[in-house]
Protein backbone atom coordinates (compact mmCIF):
# COMPACT_ATOMS: atom_id res chain seq x y z
CA UNK A 1 0.00 0.00 0.00
CA UNK A 2 1.30 3.77 -1.06
CA UNK A 3 2.14 5.78 2.10
CA UNK A 4 1.09 9.40 1.83
CA UNK A 5 2.66 12.34 4.65
CA UNK A 6 0.83 15.19 5.22
CA UNK A 7 2.96 17.63 6.77
CA UNK A 8 0.75 19.60 8.79
CA UNK A 9 -2.84 19.17 10.27
CA UNK A 10 -4.26 22.37 9.73
CA UNK A 11 -6.45 23.52 6.86
CA UNK A 12 -4.48 22.65 3.91
CA UNK A 13 -3.32 19.16 5.62
CA UNK A 14 -6.90 18.51 7.03
CA UNK A 15 -8.49 19.00 3.31
CA UNK A 16 -6.12 17.07 1.98
CA UNK A 17 -6.51 14.04 4.64
CA UNK A 18 -10.29 13.64 4.14
CA UNK A 19 -10.12 13.63 0.27
CA UNK A 20 -7.41 11.11 -0.31
CA UNK A 21 -9.68 9.01 2.90
CA UNK A 22 -12.72 9.59 1.26
CA UNK A 23 -11.98 8.91 -2.31
CA UNK A 24 -9.06 7.01 -2.31
CA UNK A 25 -9.21 4.34 0.53
CA UNK A 26 -6.35 2.01 -0.88
CA UNK A 27 -3.61 5.03 0.09
CA UNK A 28 -2.36 5.19 3.70
CA UNK A 29 -2.38 8.24 4.79
CA UNK A 30 -0.13 9.63 7.85
CA UNK A 31 -1.12 13.47 9.45
CA UNK A 32 2.12 14.77 11.58
CA UNK A 33 1.25 17.92 13.29
CA UNK A 34 3.02 19.78 16.54
CA UNK A 35 -0.28 20.52 17.78
CA UNK A 36 -2.83 18.25 18.74
CA UNK A 37 -6.19 20.16 18.00
CA UNK A 38 -7.46 22.45 15.38
CA UNK A 39 -9.32 25.75 15.53
CA UNK A 40 -10.16 28.17 12.70
CA UNK A 41 -8.31 31.71 12.94
CA UNK A 42 -11.57 33.87 12.92
CA UNK A 43 -12.03 31.64 16.40
CA UNK A 44 -9.82 33.49 17.85
CA UNK A 45 -11.54 36.79 16.48
CA UNK A 46 -14.91 35.46 18.25
CA UNK A 47 -13.00 35.05 21.33
CA UNK A 48 -11.33 38.83 21.33
CA UNK A 49 -14.84 39.82 20.57
CA UNK A 50 -16.73 38.16 23.60
CA UNK A 51 -18.84 36.07 21.03
CA UNK A 52 -17.82 32.59 21.86
CA UNK A 53 -15.01 31.35 24.18
CA UNK A 54 -11.94 29.67 21.96
CA UNK A 55 -12.30 26.13 23.21
CA UNK A 56 -15.89 25.41 22.00
CA UNK A 57 -14.42 25.93 18.50
CA UNK A 58 -11.40 23.41 18.62
CA UNK A 59 -11.14 19.64 17.92
CA UNK A 60 -9.03 16.89 18.56
CA UNK A 61 -6.87 15.66 15.82
CA UNK A 62 -7.16 12.44 17.46
CA UNK A 63 -10.17 12.47 15.68
CA UNK A 64 -8.10 11.82 12.43
CA UNK A 65 -7.98 7.92 13.75
CA UNK A 66 -11.63 7.35 13.98
CA UNK A 67 -11.64 7.98 10.26
CA UNK A 68 -8.23 5.69 9.18
CA UNK A 69 -5.99 8.25 9.61
CA UNK A 70 -3.02 7.82 11.68
CA UNK A 71 -2.10 11.09 13.27
CA UNK A 72 1.27 11.77 14.78
CA UNK A 73 1.63 14.35 16.95
CA UNK A 74 4.86 15.84 16.89
CA UNK A 75 7.63 18.35 15.75
CA UNK A 76 8.90 17.85 12.21
CA UNK A 77 12.68 18.68 12.53
CA UNK A 78 14.02 17.51 8.92
CA UNK A 79 12.90 17.07 5.70
CA UNK A 80 14.60 15.07 3.15
CA UNK A 81 12.46 15.99 0.20
CA UNK A 82 13.93 14.20 -2.75
CA UNK A 83 14.06 11.17 -0.50
CA UNK A 84 10.65 11.80 0.60
CA UNK A 85 11.56 11.33 4.43
CA UNK A 86 10.16 13.00 7.21
CA UNK A 87 12.41 12.96 10.82
CA UNK A 88 10.43 13.50 13.39
CA UNK A 89 11.46 15.19 16.90
CA UNK A 90 13.08 11.85 18.76
CA UNK A 91 14.81 10.83 15.68
CA UNK A 92 12.02 8.48 14.00
CA UNK A 93 12.13 8.83 10.39
CA UNK A 94 9.07 8.35 8.62
CA UNK A 95 8.96 7.26 4.73
CA UNK A 96 6.38 8.27 2.20
CA UNK A 97 5.27 7.53 -1.16
CA UNK A 98 4.56 11.44 -1.53
CA UNK A 99 4.45 13.87 0.71
CA UNK A 100 2.13 17.02 1.33
CA UNK A 101 3.29 19.89 2.74
CA UNK A 102 0.73 22.21 4.66
CA UNK A 103 3.01 23.41 7.16
CA UNK A 104 1.19 26.74 7.29
CA UNK A 105 3.41 30.50 8.29
CA UNK A 106 5.54 31.07 10.41
CA UNK A 107 6.12 34.61 12.27
CA UNK A 108 8.57 37.05 11.13
CA UNK A 109 10.83 37.09 14.06
CA UNK A 110 11.56 40.39 14.31
CA UNK A 111 7.66 41.41 14.27
CA UNK A 112 7.52 39.45 17.31
CA UNK A 113 10.46 40.96 18.84
CA UNK A 114 8.37 44.47 18.97
CA UNK A 115 5.92 42.82 20.39
CA UNK A 116 7.48 41.99 23.55
CA UNK A 117 7.01 45.56 24.77
CA UNK A 118 4.72 45.77 27.59
CA UNK A 119 0.95 46.06 26.62
CA UNK A 120 1.98 44.74 23.68
CA UNK A 121 0.79 41.48 21.90
CA UNK A 122 0.39 38.64 19.03
CA UNK A 123 -3.26 39.15 18.16
CA UNK A 124 -2.71 36.42 15.92
CA UNK A 125 -1.90 34.11 18.74
CA UNK A 126 -4.51 32.24 20.68
CA UNK A 127 -2.48 31.78 23.79
CA UNK A 128 -1.93 35.37 24.30
CA UNK A 129 -5.95 35.86 24.40
CA UNK A 130 -6.36 35.84 28.40
CA UNK A 131 -4.06 38.84 28.53
CA UNK A 132 -5.46 40.70 25.92
CA UNK A 133 -8.99 40.36 27.37
CA UNK A 134 -7.22 41.47 30.56
CA UNK A 135 -6.30 44.31 29.56
CA UNK A 136 -8.79 45.47 27.08
CA UNK A 137 -11.22 44.97 30.83
CA UNK A 138 -8.92 47.35 32.48
CA UNK A 139 -8.16 49.95 30.15
CA UNK A 140 -10.72 52.75 31.30
CA UNK A 141 -9.09 56.02 29.34
CA UNK A 142 -6.07 55.93 26.66
CA UNK A 143 -5.45 54.43 23.23
CA UNK A 144 -5.72 50.58 21.48
CA UNK A 145 -3.68 50.33 18.32
CA UNK A 146 -4.00 47.29 15.82
CA UNK A 147 -1.17 47.16 13.79
CA UNK A 148 -0.32 45.19 10.52
CA UNK A 149 3.39 44.98 11.02
CA UNK A 150 4.37 44.00 7.37
CA UNK A 151 3.33 41.60 4.66
CA UNK A 152 2.50 38.94 3.76
CA UNK A 153 -0.21 38.23 6.55
CA UNK A 154 -2.84 35.94 7.56
CA UNK A 155 -6.51 36.68 6.45
CA UNK A 156 -6.25 40.28 5.17
CA UNK A 157 -9.73 41.32 6.79
CA UNK A 158 -8.91 40.12 10.11
CA UNK A 159 -6.84 43.11 11.74
CA UNK A 160 -9.98 45.57 10.71
CA UNK A 161 -12.13 43.12 11.99
CA UNK A 162 -10.41 42.94 14.91
CA UNK A 163 -10.02 46.42 15.59
CA UNK A 164 -14.03 46.96 15.10
CA UNK A 165 -14.53 43.74 17.74
CA UNK A 166 -11.92 46.10 20.20
CA UNK A 167 -14.77 49.41 19.09
CA UNK A 168 -17.57 47.03 20.11
CA UNK A 169 -16.22 45.59 23.26
CA UNK A 170 -15.42 49.18 24.44
CA UNK A 171 -18.36 50.65 23.95
CA UNK A 172 -20.29 47.66 25.55
CA UNK A 173 -18.27 48.73 28.77
CA UNK A 174 -19.18 52.06 28.69
CA UNK A 175 -15.20 53.39 28.32
CA UNK A 176 -15.09 53.70 24.34
CA UNK A 177 -15.93 57.82 25.10
CA UNK A 178 -12.28 57.72 26.97
CA UNK A 179 -10.44 55.41 24.77
CA UNK A 180 -9.21 56.39 21.22
CA UNK A 181 -9.47 52.71 18.47
CA UNK A 182 -6.94 53.19 15.71
CA UNK A 183 -5.30 50.77 13.34
CA UNK A 184 -2.32 50.98 11.41
CA UNK A 185 -1.04 49.27 8.12
CA UNK A 186 1.73 49.69 6.06
CA UNK A 187 -0.52 49.51 2.84
CA UNK A 188 -2.04 52.70 1.13
CA UNK A 189 -5.94 51.20 1.65
CA UNK A 190 -7.75 48.45 3.94
CA UNK A 191 -7.97 45.66 1.59
CA UNK A 192 -5.50 46.15 -2.09
CA UNK A 193 -6.29 42.24 -2.28
CA UNK A 194 -9.91 42.57 -2.38
CA UNK A 195 -9.70 46.04 -4.45
CA UNK A 196 -10.17 49.84 -4.22
CA UNK A 197 -14.41 49.12 -3.40
CA UNK A 198 -13.76 46.61 -0.82
CA UNK A 199 -11.32 49.08 0.62
CA UNK A 200 -13.52 52.07 0.54
CA UNK A 201 -16.15 49.37 2.27
CA UNK A 202 -14.01 48.96 5.22
CA UNK A 203 -12.67 52.29 5.45
CA UNK A 204 -16.40 53.71 6.06
CA UNK A 205 -17.25 51.10 8.88
CA UNK A 206 -14.02 52.50 10.43
CA UNK A 207 -14.96 55.54 10.29
CA UNK A 208 -18.26 54.90 10.90
CA UNK A 209 -16.94 53.61 14.13
CA UNK A 210 -14.59 56.47 14.78
CA UNK A 211 -11.86 54.11 14.18
CA UNK A 212 -8.82 55.94 13.16
CA UNK A 213 -7.49 54.59 9.97
CA UNK A 214 -3.33 54.89 9.54
CA UNK A 215 -2.57 53.80 6.08
CA UNK A 216 1.31 53.75 4.67
CA UNK A 217 2.45 53.08 8.25
CA UNK A 218 4.96 50.88 8.21
CA UNK A 219 6.13 49.74 12.06
CA UNK A 220 9.54 50.52 12.79
CA UNK A 221 9.81 50.79 16.52
CA UNK A 222 7.71 49.85 19.64
CA UNK A 223 9.56 51.32 22.83
CA UNK A 224 7.40 53.26 26.11
CA UNK A 225 4.05 53.03 24.90
CA UNK A 226 4.74 54.64 21.05
CA UNK A 227 4.44 52.95 18.16
CA UNK A 228 7.53 54.82 15.50
CA UNK A 229 6.46 54.63 11.94
CA UNK A 230 9.01 54.24 9.21
CA UNK A 231 8.03 58.36 7.40
CA UNK A 232 8.60 59.77 11.17
CA UNK A 233 4.97 59.69 12.49
CA UNK A 234 4.40 58.42 15.73
CA UNK A 235 1.27 56.55 17.57
CA UNK A 236 0.31 56.55 21.41
CA UNK A 237 -0.87 53.44 23.02
CA UNK A 238 -1.99 51.85 26.17
CA UNK A 239 -2.97 48.61 24.65
CA UNK A 240 -0.83 47.05 21.11
CA UNK A 241 -2.56 44.44 18.99
CA UNK A 242 0.03 43.76 16.57
CA UNK A 243 -0.04 41.55 12.95
CA UNK A 244 3.23 40.16 12.66
CA UNK A 245 4.39 39.32 8.70
CA UNK A 246 4.10 35.65 7.57
CA UNK A 247 7.21 33.53 6.99
CA UNK A 248 7.87 30.16 5.54
CA UNK A 249 8.82 27.74 8.05
CA UNK A 250 12.59 27.71 9.16
CA UNK A 251 12.17 23.51 8.50
CA UNK A 252 11.06 24.57 4.71
CA UNK A 253 14.08 27.04 3.89
CA UNK A 254 16.75 24.70 5.50
CA UNK A 255 15.36 21.77 3.35
CA UNK A 256 15.97 24.15 -0.07
CA UNK A 257 12.06 24.27 -0.84
CA UNK A 258 11.70 28.11 -0.92
CA UNK A 259 11.88 30.27 -3.68
CA UNK A 260 12.87 33.98 -4.22
CA UNK A 261 9.67 34.87 -2.74
CA UNK A 262 10.80 33.49 0.30
CA UNK A 263 8.11 30.84 0.69
CA UNK A 264 7.50 27.69 -1.51
CA UNK A 265 6.53 28.18 -5.30
CA UNK A 266 4.55 25.38 -6.21
CA UNK A 267 2.83 24.80 -9.77
CA UNK A 268 -0.14 26.76 -9.22
CA UNK A 269 -2.36 24.65 -11.32
CA UNK A 270 -0.76 21.07 -9.50
CA UNK A 271 0.79 22.38 -6.69
CA UNK A 272 3.46 20.02 -7.37
CA UNK A 273 6.92 21.19 -6.28
CA UNK A 274 9.69 20.78 -7.90
CA UNK A 275 10.36 17.82 -6.46
CA UNK A 276 9.11 14.55 -7.44
CA UNK A 277 5.78 13.53 -5.68
CA UNK A 278 6.23 16.76 -3.33
CA UNK A 279 3.31 18.88 -3.37
CA UNK A 280 2.81 22.13 -1.37
CA UNK A 281 -0.11 24.16 -0.65
CA UNK A 282 -1.38 26.81 2.36
CA UNK A 283 0.23 29.65 3.85
CA UNK A 284 3.85 27.54 3.39
CA UNK A 285 3.66 28.62 -0.59
CA UNK A 286 3.65 32.11 -2.77
CA UNK A 287 0.85 31.57 -5.29
CA UNK A 288 1.41 34.52 -7.55
CA UNK A 289 -1.63 36.28 -9.04
CA UNK A 290 -2.03 39.64 -10.80
CA UNK A 291 -1.27 41.94 -7.98
CA UNK A 292 0.89 40.16 -6.15
CA UNK A 293 -0.38 36.68 -4.89
CA UNK A 294 -3.28 34.94 -3.51
CA UNK A 295 -4.17 35.99 -0.06
CA UNK A 296 -2.89 33.85 2.85
CA UNK A 297 -6.51 32.54 3.83
CA UNK A 298 -8.05 28.74 4.61
CA UNK A 299 -10.24 28.65 1.85
CA UNK A 300 -7.61 28.87 -0.16
CA UNK A 301 -5.40 26.36 1.65
CA UNK A 302 -8.54 23.86 2.00
CA UNK A 303 -8.62 24.24 -1.93
CA UNK A 304 -5.06 23.57 -2.75
CA UNK A 305 -4.95 20.41 -0.26
CA UNK A 306 -7.92 18.98 -2.22
CA UNK A 307 -5.55 19.12 -5.79
CA UNK A 308 -3.05 18.35 -4.21
CA UNK A 309 -4.30 14.80 -2.63
CA UNK A 310 -5.89 14.21 -6.72
CA UNK A 311 -2.67 14.48 -7.87
CA UNK A 312 -0.72 12.46 -5.47
CA UNK A 313 -3.57 9.46 -6.09
CA UNK A 314 -3.00 10.74 -10.18
CA UNK A 315 0.72 10.16 -9.46
CA UNK A 316 0.53 6.61 -7.14
CA UNK A 317 -2.42 5.00 -8.44
CA UNK A 318 -3.13 6.53 -12.16
CA UNK A 319 -6.82 8.04 -11.13
CA UNK A 320 -7.48 11.60 -12.92
CA UNK A 321 -5.82 14.58 -12.06
CA UNK A 322 -7.33 18.11 -10.89
CA UNK A 323 -5.98 21.69 -11.10
CA UNK A 324 -6.28 25.07 -8.74
CA UNK A 325 -9.05 27.67 -10.09
CA UNK A 326 -7.81 30.55 -7.97
CA UNK A 327 -11.74 30.35 -6.89
CA UNK A 328 -12.04 31.69 -3.01
CA UNK A 329 -13.86 33.55 -0.78
CA UNK A 330 -13.57 35.48 2.60
CA UNK A 331 -16.02 36.38 5.50
CA UNK A 332 -15.69 40.15 6.48
CA UNK A 333 -17.08 40.31 9.65
CA UNK A 334 -18.71 43.53 11.59
CA UNK A 335 -20.05 43.86 14.88
CA UNK A 336 -23.70 42.61 15.24
CA UNK A 337 -23.47 39.31 13.43
CA UNK A 338 -23.30 40.78 10.28
CA UNK A 339 -21.12 39.55 7.50
CA UNK A 340 -19.55 40.88 4.19
CA UNK A 341 -18.84 38.48 1.48
CA UNK A 342 -16.19 38.30 -0.59
CA UNK A 343 -15.56 36.10 -3.54
CA UNK A 344 -14.41 35.83 -7.04
CA UNK A 345 -11.27 34.31 -8.92
CA UNK A 346 -8.60 35.75 -7.46
CA UNK A 347 -6.21 34.18 -10.20
CA UNK A 348 -8.25 36.27 -13.15
CA UNK A 349 -5.79 38.17 -15.25
CA UNK A 350 -5.21 41.27 -15.28
CA UNK A 351 -7.09 41.68 -12.18
CA UNK A 352 -8.84 39.56 -9.76
CA UNK A 353 -12.41 39.24 -10.81
CA UNK A 354 -13.35 39.74 -6.93
CA UNK A 355 -17.14 40.88 -5.70
CA UNK A 356 -18.30 42.11 -2.41
CA UNK A 357 -21.73 41.50 -1.08
CA UNK A 358 -22.67 44.08 1.56
CA UNK A 359 -22.88 42.67 5.15
CA UNK A 360 -26.26 40.96 6.61
CA UNK A 361 -26.88 38.41 8.92
CA UNK A 362 -27.74 35.53 6.16
CA UNK A 363 -24.12 35.81 5.45
CA UNK A 364 -22.75 35.26 9.20
CA UNK A 365 -25.34 32.38 9.47
CA UNK A 366 -23.27 31.06 6.08
CA UNK A 367 -19.85 32.05 8.16
CA UNK A 368 -21.16 30.00 11.38
CA UNK A 369 -22.16 26.83 8.84
CA UNK A 370 -18.75 26.92 7.26
CA UNK A 371 -16.69 26.02 10.47
CA UNK A 372 -19.57 23.58 11.68
CA UNK A 373 -19.28 22.03 8.17
CA UNK A 374 -16.32 21.34 7.97
CA UNK A 375 -14.88 20.98 11.76
CA UNK A 376 -17.63 18.04 11.29
CA UNK A 377 -16.32 16.51 8.09
CA UNK A 378 -12.67 16.50 8.63
CA UNK A 379 -12.84 15.90 12.68
CA UNK A 380 -16.59 15.11 13.57
C1 LIG B 1 -7.27 35.83 13.33
C2 LIG B 1 -7.34 35.04 12.05
C3 LIG B 1 -8.52 34.98 11.33
C4 LIG B 1 -8.58 34.25 10.15
N1 LIG B 1 -9.77 34.22 9.47
C5 LIG B 1 -9.85 33.52 8.31
C6 LIG B 1 -11.07 33.46 7.59
O1 LIG B 1 -12.10 34.02 7.99
N2 LIG B 1 -11.08 32.76 6.42
C7 LIG B 1 -9.96 32.11 5.95
O2 LIG B 1 -10.04 31.50 4.89
N3 LIG B 1 -8.79 32.17 6.61
C8 LIG B 1 -8.71 32.85 7.78
N4 LIG B 1 -7.51 32.91 8.45
C9 LIG B 1 -6.28 32.37 7.82
C10 LIG B 1 -6.17 30.87 8.03
O3 LIG B 1 -6.21 30.54 9.38
C11 LIG B 1 -4.86 30.37 7.43
O4 LIG B 1 -4.67 30.94 6.15
C12 LIG B 1 -4.91 28.87 7.32
O5 LIG B 1 -4.86 28.32 8.62
C13 LIG B 1 -3.75 28.32 6.47
O6 LIG B 1 -3.86 26.92 6.41
P1 LIG B 1 -2.55 26.02 6.30
O7 LIG B 1 -3.00 24.61 6.24
O8 LIG B 1 -1.65 26.54 5.24
O9 LIG B 1 -1.76 26.28 7.68
P2 LIG B 1 -2.26 26.04 9.16
O10 LIG B 1 -3.73 25.96 9.24
O11 LIG B 1 -1.56 27.09 9.96
O12 LIG B 1 -1.68 24.60 9.53
C14 LIG B 1 -0.30 24.37 9.63
C15 LIG B 1 -0.08 23.30 10.69
O13 LIG B 1 1.29 22.88 10.63
C16 LIG B 1 1.74 22.66 11.94
N5 LIG B 1 3.21 22.78 11.95
C17 LIG B 1 3.95 23.83 11.53
N6 LIG B 1 5.26 23.56 11.62
C18 LIG B 1 5.36 22.30 12.13
C19 LIG B 1 6.45 21.44 12.42
N7 LIG B 1 7.73 21.79 12.23
N8 LIG B 1 6.17 20.21 12.92
C20 LIG B 1 4.88 19.80 13.12
N9 LIG B 1 3.82 20.57 12.83
C21 LIG B 1 4.05 21.81 12.33
C22 LIG B 1 1.05 23.70 12.78
O14 LIG B 1 0.96 23.30 14.13
C23 LIG B 1 -0.31 23.82 12.10
O15 LIG B 1 -1.30 23.02 12.74
C24 LIG B 1 -7.43 33.59 9.66
C25 LIG B 1 -6.24 33.63 10.40
C26 LIG B 1 -6.18 34.34 11.59
C27 LIG B 1 -4.90 34.35 12.36
Same mark, same amino acid.
Not at 376 to 379: A, K, Y
Given at each position: MSHVVILGGGFGGLAAAHELRTAHPELDVTVIDRRDHFFMGFAKLWDLAGIRPLVQGTRSLDALAGRGVRFVQADVVDLDAAGRRVTI???EVLEADALIIALGAAKAPPHLALLEAPSAHDLYDGAALPDIHAD??????????VSILGGPFLCPPAPF????????????RGVRHAVSVAISTPQPMTLPVAGVDASRYVAQFLAERDVELLAEAKVETVADGVIGFADGRTSAYDVLLGVPAAVAPRLLVDAGLTGASGFIEPDVATLRTGVERVYAVGDCTHIPN &???? $??? /??VFAAAEGVVAA??? &???? $??? /?EA???????????LPGERVAFVEGNFLAEPRPEVTLTEADHAQYERKVAFERERL????G
Open positions: AGGLDAITAGRVVEAALAVDERLRR &AIGA $LPK /AGTNV &AADL $LGT /ATFDGYGYCFLEDTWL
